[in-house]
């Protein structure tokens, strides 16, 4: 069965930083591009950024270019979303998927921008 | 960017009833257009896929189709469990993008 599991959402002030995880499970994960999609509460979804199997191809949508940052590690079969600088409009929940088109989802990790 | 609006945003609709949502690209995206279904307090479910192909699992009843710049996605009875909101997604051009969805109520 595959699984997706984010952790490593929180509080934290604007400028701040957060790094989120997203453990996967139960199939190849060395083979599969990975999404970061976002919520606001009562808002939509906001694809975030990217990231090919290999690691060598990344994408953001612009208005995080420059603050977050999407790595893997694929001996431990892990996403990663480091936000830096955050503001209180990133505000949301936080999607790990597999794939560019997301296929499976974790349940989502939310953070929460505020003073 | 690539502007995807959907049509309606909201629709009621009652359980039996055949309803199709329309999503409309700015560009023209050829066939890199997914729709996705998501229930309250849980995660987006994968329906369809390049414009027409049906996720694994996925009922029959649920059904997409077009290309360029005007896709749809129709469900031919509705359920229940159907009630929800529906998001498109293009993945023609990055930044990928979703329309701003569609909610389907009971009436």
């Known amino acids: 069965e595959v699984q997706l599991v984010e952790s490593g959402g929180g509080l934290v002030q604007p400028g701040g930083s957060l790094r989120l995880s997203c453990a996967a499970s139960?199939?190849?994960?060395?083979?599969?591009?990975m999404t970061w999609v976002r919520q606001a509460p009562g808002k939509g979804l906001e694809w975030v950024a990217n990231?090919?199997?290999?690691?060598?191809?990344?994408n953001y949508v612009d208005s995080v270019k420059g603050r977050f940052s999407i790595s893997r590690d694929d001996a431990k079969k892990s996403l990663f979303l480091q936000m830096d600088s955050l503001r209180v409009d990133d505000t949301a929940f936080y999607y790990c998927?597999?794939?560019?088109?997301?296929?499976?989802w974790g349940r989502g990790t939310l953070v929460t921008v505020s003073s | 960017d690539v502007q995807l609006t959907q049509s309606p945003s909201f629709l009621s609709a009652s359980v039996g009833d055949r309803v199709t949502i329309t999503c409309r690209a700015s560009?023209?995206?050829?066939?890199?257009l997914a729709w996705y279904q998501q229930k309250p307090g849980k995660a987006p479910k994968l329906l369809i896929y390049?414009?027409?192909t049906l996720q694994s699992g996925v009922p029959s009843r649920f059904s997409g189709s077009g290309s360029g710049t005007e896709f749809s996605l129709t469900i031919s009875s509705l359920q229940p469990e159907d009630f929800a909101t529906y998001y498109c997604?293009?993945?023609?051009?990055?930044?990928?993008?979703f329309g701003q969805g569609t909610r389907l109520e009971i009436k």
């Open positions: 998927g597999r794939g560019t088109v997301v296929s499976a």
């Open positions: 139960g199939f190849s994960f060395s083979d599969s591009w």
């Open positions: 990231i090919k199997e290999d690691g060598t191809e990344k």
């Open positions: 560009q023209g995206i050829n066939s890199y």
């Open positions: 390049a414009a027409s």
């Open positions: 997604q293009q993945l023609n051009t990055y930044p990928i993008t």
